[in-house]
């Protein structure tokens, strides 16, 4: 895109034209082979005027003299002339000119003492050398017409010759390149990895040069700001005294990071270009502001998951060491995901982290306000001050399940943030976990649990069943759900993975970690298991004891974690025809108690009953294997 330069930057020209003039037509019956000269005094418009196509026209006027001997006398015509000029010029290569021109006038012709006068016109080409921006040497040729009547032409032919044109620049002109950058409003550190393909700016680059500038090319680099000097585009050609616009872009390195406050940060401009098929380079400082590192306008959801930093070292520091209290108390016969997500969130509040409304950028208000500029907290710093938004504490705890190896996603309400994690289980799995599905989220055929932050000061168990509580309402209400799958949000909105470099949270002990989980744990098994535990009871009721359920109360009881329970009933399966079965449970459970001796004895009690029961096998299989570590 060209930009308009000062009207009164034109550039005057004055061309010397000898030539020599050959006859055509009826005038060859008359006169001879002559000469002549001219002299174009012309103005170039295109150098004050939008030239999109790099076509130069410049108007002017001409004066001059045309000598016409007479074939078959001893005598010369001489015709003065003078018009109106008009060309149009092109630059092809670096240092050639071409140009088509014409000019139309009055001249008056002397002969014998004889004088007459009539209109004059002529048309031509030409073409030549640049030996420098303000001096071409050229050659030409073309066409002119003497009228002595309308009908009646006095002299016509063709003439050639060379020609010598001197421009002269006026106007104040800076030599060199130009540069100049106009941002729409700063750039976002959390998205410093997308500015290599999304445009900071927009840069004008305006040729000060004394001719066109070619084969331009523009990078730019800011220090340790910029991880490498990164290419913002190219220009074939830009003219004298125009511009041309093009992206900025840049390679940003991790020190944008470092702006705590709205500030700005010097760059350079390099332009490398020819100039009549010279190499030249120019330089120039370009200032980018930059918001400070929390900004963050919620225009596209998806572009909320740069701040969730599972790779930050106070993330893996504090999920490590939760993650390492969980598996001390891991219960078999419950999943995997939800007792981790359990002990990662009640780890958070036990460590003293609180909610707290954000005054000035309150997410219930400024979430609903695409075009505002929120202020939103990295991971170390929620796990620093101990506090945030329900935003922050929802990012905080999404980044310590990533950490641990457990997919999540962000929800965004109206009136809370919430965090979801995958269960690693598909749909049919539910049932064997959980009393009614309903409580959970089925996406592409991966079930989620949900987890509010609106209640997080009431434990697990309660913003669980608040965030399904919420997500319901939203959807009656017609309100949007985004669900924002943080492994797909991260294909175009990578993490920032911001920190401090150092441990910034005072460990919880394990004693009362492992203590809150045990209370989340009792309400999860009542309200999931409560309900099918007393159905197999009803079962056993109403149409009396037998192994098969009694085996089935028995899996029950251990995915609840009741293994006293449990043994009961397996002892009471057991007894009805040495049921290998729920003898085979019985050794189950002994190994998960890390009873060696006994599941050895169950596991061969089995055998008796089924010699080729495989389950007893192995089992004993592993025991071998177990008491030779």
């Known amino acids: 895109m060209c930009a308009v330069p000062c009207l009164h930057a034109l550039d005057f020209a004055v061309r010397f034209k000898p030539y020599l003039a050959v006859p055509m037509g009826d005038s060859a019956n008359f006169f001879t082979i002559g000469g002549g000269g001219d002299a174009v005094f012309d103005i170039d418009i295109s150098s004050a005027l939008s030239n ?12 001059g003299i045309n000598a016409a001997p007479l074939f078959k006398a001893d005598s010369l015509a001489s015709l003065y002339f003078g018009g109106v000029n008009f060309s149009l010029f092109y630059l092809p290569f670096s240092r050639w000119n071409i140009r ?14 004889n004088t007459y006068a009539n209109t004059f016109w002529r048309y031509g080409l030409e073409g030549g050398f640049r030996i420098s921006p303000n001096f071409i040497i050229n050659m030409n040729g073309g066409y002119r017409v003497y009228n002595y009547k309308p009908s009646n032409p006095n002299w016509e032919g ?86 041309a616009e093009l992206p900025l872009l840049a390679d940003l390195s991790r ?54 930093s599972p790779g930050s070292l106070e993330v893996q520091d504090y999920q490590k060491y939760i993650v390492g209290i969980a598996r001390n108390y891991l219960r078999t016969g419950l999943n995997r995901n939800m007792q981790f997500a359990m002990y990662l969130f009640e780890g958070l509040r036990v460590s003293g982290i609180q909610d707290s409304l954000d005054t000035q950028n309150p997410y219930r208000d400024f979430h609903r306000i695409p075009e505002e500029i929120d202020s ?58 959980f009393d009614s599905p309903d409580n959970l989220l089925v996406v592409g055929g991966e079930v989620w649990m949900p987890v509010s932050f609106s209640a997080f000061r009431e434990g697990f168990i ?50 009362m970690v492992a203590r809150t989980v045990e209370t989340d744990m009792q309400r999860y098994i009542v309200a999931e298991f409560g309900p099918k535990i007393q159905a197999v009871f009803s079962d056993i009721q109403t149409n009396g004891p037998s192994a098969a359920r009694y085996n089935q109360l028995g899996l029950l009881y251990v995915r609840s974690g009741m293994y006293a329970e449990a043994k009961q009933v397996y002892e009471r399966s057991a007894a009805m025809n040495g049921n290998a079965v729920a003898l085979v449970n019985l050794g189950n459970l002994a190994m998960i108690e890390r009873d060696l001796d006994e599941a050895d004895h169950w596991f061969r009690e089995a055998l008796k009953s089924d010699p080729g029961n495989r389950s007893a096998l192995g ?4 025991i071998a294997l177990d008491r030779m570590e």
């Open 52 to 63: 999109p196509l790099g076509i130069g026209y410049s108007a002017g006027f001409e004066v």
């Open 158 to 243: 063709l003439y050639a010759g060379l020609s010598a044109q001197i421009t002269f620049e006026t106007g104040r002109r800076d030599d060199g390149v130009g540069i100049s950058l106009s941002q729409s409003e700063p750039i976002f550190p959390v998205f410093s990895g997308l500015y290599r393909t999304n445009q900071i700016g927009t840069l004008k680059i305006i040729n000060n040069e004394t001719a066109e500038i070619r084969n331009v090319r523009v990078s730019f680099r800011a220090g340790n700001y910029t991880s490498s000097e990164l290419l913002c585009g190219t220009v074939s050609r830009i003219n004298k005294r125009r511009s």
């Open 100 to 113: 088509g021109e014409g000019t139309f006038g009055f001249y008056q012709g002397m002969f014998d003492g």
């Open 619 to 622: 089992g004993l299989e592993q």
């Open 462 to 511: 309660n913003c669980w069943y608040n965030a399904v509580n919420g997500i319901n309402r939203a959807i009656a209400a017609e309100e949007d759900v985004n669900f924002i799958a943080l492994a797909d949000a991260w294909v175009n909105y990578p993490p920032a993975a911001v920190s401090s470099g150092e441990e910034s949270l005072a460990k919880p002990s394990e004693e």
């Open 255 to 308: 020190a944008v990071y470092n702006f705590a406050e709205n500030s700005r940060f010097p760059g350079e401009v390099l332009i490398q270009y020819e100039l009549l098929g010279s190499s030249r380079t120019a330089r120039a400082e370009a200032v980018v502001e930059i918001f400070n590192r929390n900004s963050f306008r919620w225009g596209d959801p998806n572009a909320l998951s740069v701040f969730v």
């Open 376 to 433: 939103i907290q990295f991971p170390f710093q929620t796990l620093a001050y101990k506090s945030g938004d329900i935003d922050d504490l929802g990012l905080l705890y999404a980044s310590c399940l990533e950490a641990a190896g457990i997919n999540s996603a962000l929800i965004p309400l109206n009136d809370d943030f919430v965090v979801a994690f995958s269960l690693g289980i598909d749909e049919e799995e539910t049932a064997s976990l």
